[in-house]
């Protein structure tokens, strides 16, 4: 299942990929392994870009974000902490 924000004013107000992740756990039961596959390779897939995105492998684009976080279930749980530490995009560290 992708997990997304589908920001817009009408039925999705949100454009917290966080937010989104803790509402597939809490309200939806996936867990957080399942929320962090949901908007990465499950995300790329839905996109039709499974063959260049969404995980980190020789010949994917290297597009992704590196969190100041002891451990990935944080971003899931802690949806109002925004510990962005860098962004890679291309490859390039932004």
Same mark, same amino acid.
């Given at each position: 299942m992708a997990v997304a924000t589908d920001f817009n004013p009408g039925t999705s107000p949100f454009a917290s990929l966080h937010l989104a992740m803790n509402m597939a756990c809490v309200k939806f039961g996936l867990t957080p392994e399942e929320a962090w596959a949901g908007v990465t390779r499950h995300a790329a897939r839905a996109l039709g870009r499974r063959a260049s995105h969404g995980q980190l492998a020789p010949g994917f684009v290297a597009n992704f974000a590196?969190?100041?976080?002891?451990?990935? *279930?944080?971003? *899931?749980?802690?949806?109002? @902490?925004?510990?962005?530490?860098? @962004?890679? *995009?291309?490859g390039e560290l932004q």
């Open positions: 590196i969190w100041d976080a002891e451990h990935p *279930v944080e971003m *899931v749980y802690e949806p109002g @902490r925004s510990p962005l530490w860098h @962004r890679v *995009v291309q």
